[in-house]
């Protein structure tokens, strides 16, 4: 494959995530990142990955600060550059990853949030209106998945004896069955195969979801909460419960045990303080 191709170039890398098994919703985050990178080159008259530079990068990322981008964000961008150009090496597309020399913006990680045991009853006791919004409020606390994942789980994805998330197999609790359940029977009949519909058989969009649970939050009146929050709840239960890091971590699709582990503190705060977690 000539090197000037660009566009080429990221369709390889797409091929190669979807060989690695890669997740649908890792593979549309990447592709998009990089795809917003390609187009910061093309506008700089840069048609070779092999004239890229550090200086290309560095500047790519600085336009994503100054157009209010946050640093994590563009961090997050700047791993996805990373993934590409070590890709490009290992195909000798490139010789050298200039994306090594270019250092991450600095930026102060807010540590994850848990979800009071009240907390957590008013969500669910509220969501049990509609059956949808109970399904996702269930999923999100009882399974850990992201909202990306959410979004895109389809019916055949639900099993008898769990979730299948890409190679992940999560086990699905009575409260989780019960309320899919019963979304299921109430589902729009349509010819769609997501597991989350609208109310005219169309796919749930991430927005749409983000939507419905933040309403939530605000209807029980919790505050500085964010639906990645249950995530972090299912994480945290799951650790006081006596449960091994390296199953959570496998459970919940962490890359590398030491993003699991940065919970262990977090909940022994929680641990000291007199309400507790109590059972999701």
């Not at 690695?20 to 990089?34: E, G, N």
């Not at 749930?204 to 995530?231: H, P, S």
């Amino acid at each position: 494959m000539e090197p000037t191709d660009l566009r080429g170039l990221l369709n390889s890398f797409v091929e190669n995530l979807n060989a690695q098994k890669r997740s649908p919703f890792t593979i549309v985050a990447y592709k998009k990142d990089l795809e917003q990178f390609i187009g910061y080159l093309t506008a700089q008259e840069k048609i070779s990955m092999r004239d890229v530079n550090k200086e290309d990068i560095k500047n790519f990322i600085n336009k994503l600060l100054s157009e209010k981008y946050t640093k994590k964000s563009a961090s997050r961008k700047l791993n996805s550059i990373r993934t590409f150009f070590r890709f490009l090496k290992n195909q000798e597309v490139i010789q050298q990853n200039p994306s090594l020399e270019v250092t991450h913006p600095k930026y102060s990680q807010t540590p994850p949030r848990i979800l009071s045991k009240l907390e957590y009853r008013a969500l669910r006791d509220l969501a049990k209106e509609d059956l949808r919004t109970y399904a996702i409020i269930e999923l999100l606390l009882q399974t850990g998945v992201r909202i990306g994942e959410l979004a895109n789980i389809r019916v055949d994805d639900i099993k008898e004896d769990g979730l299948i998330i890409g190679q992940r197999n999560i086990p699905l609790n009575k409260a989780v069955k019960k309320a899919v359940n019963n979304y299921l029977k109430a589902r729009y009949q349509t010819q769609d195969d997501h597991l989350l519909v609208t109310k005219t058989g169309r796919p749930l969009l991430i927005r749409n979801i983000r939507t419905i649970i933040d309403r939530c939050f605000k209807e029980v009146g919790i505050q500085n909460a964010k639906v990645q929050d249950l995530r972090h709840t299912f994480i945290a239960y799951q650790l006081m419960s006596g449960v091994s890091i390296s199953y959570i971590a496998k459970i919940v699709g962490h890359k590398r045990l030491s993003s699991t582990e940065r919970y262990l503190q977090l909940v022994k705060e929680e641990a000291q303080k007199k309400e507790g977690l109590g059972e999701l």
